[in-house]
């Protein structure tokens, strides 16, 4: 068959000009890509721009197939009619993933730079496909909100089928608390005095921050009008006297200000040893001396 007969059949030409759209989609995308990731240095900005170029990508390739073959939608619809049960039931995980990630742009539940718990995995979104969302995980084997190198694909089932804990959607903040036990024979109320600057000197512009954050939050949602500012509670038994520093703190930067927090503390118990005795539960047996023992005796 000589090309003069192959570019005069149909269905030859049509798949020729549909190769074409799809060869020339892929190719802008690409150059554009490279030059986004040249010209944009924001992780974020960078993303989104590389997504948006990815939609038009298949929105035009769409658009050249449905325009070269519109003679042809009205048959296409009647296959597809007969044959829409029996594909709904071999796919349905599929359809569940497309349905979810249908939900999960048009809902803005989650998005990509959160960090969130879904089911049993807990990490930060980096991307947001029609199919799977990827996490950079976090925990699991490392102690603290770290990563540990997993990187995990989830089907956008998930919407659907699990518990979504999101740590940064609206209120980008943590309350988080460290118990500290002291002797009774402690002061304290200089150690109630302690730790209350020290909390609001490491806390204290996450508790402004977060105030206004709180504020945006309060309405939108019906939440009551919670205490931000760091507190410090006292009980005791008879063990040993606890002290709870409770605060709220960046969703990313929790380890950091714990650790600051305690270093202040230890700062302040190396400056009051005398007052301020932190309590083990290691067990204090004193022996009496032999003349304190006779003189019981007489």
Known sequence: MEFTELISSPLLRRLFFV???IIV????????????????????????????INVFSYLFIIGLIAFIYNDKLGNLGIAIGVTGAGVALALQEVILSVAGWIVIVFSGKVTVGQRVKIGQIKGDIMDI?????????????????????????????????????????????????????LRHQSDYQLAQKLFEEIAEEVCGDYALKSAEKWAQLSNKYMVENARVKPMVSLSFDQNWITFTIRYVVDYKMRRTTKNSIYRRVLEELKNNGDAIQVATAAMEVTIPSLSESLSKKE
Do not use: C
């Not at 992780?43 to 721009?49: H, I, M, P, Q, T």
């Not at 694909?153 to 118990?179: C, M, R």
């Open 129 to 181: 496909s029609v199919m799977s969302t990827t996490l950079m995980e976090l925990g699991d084997w490392i102690s603290g909100d770290l990563y540990n190198g997993r990187i995990v694909s989830l089907s956008n089932s998930y919407v659907f089928k699990e518990t979504i804990h999101n740590y940064s959607a609206g209120y980008p903040f943590l309350w988080d608390e460290i118990q500290i036990p």
């Open 19 to 21: 190769a074409l759209g």
């Open 25 to 52: 989609a892929y190719t802008a995308a690409f150059y554009l890509k490279k030059g986004i990731n040249k010209s944009i240095s924001d992780s974020d900005r960078k993303y989104r721009a590389r997504k948006a």
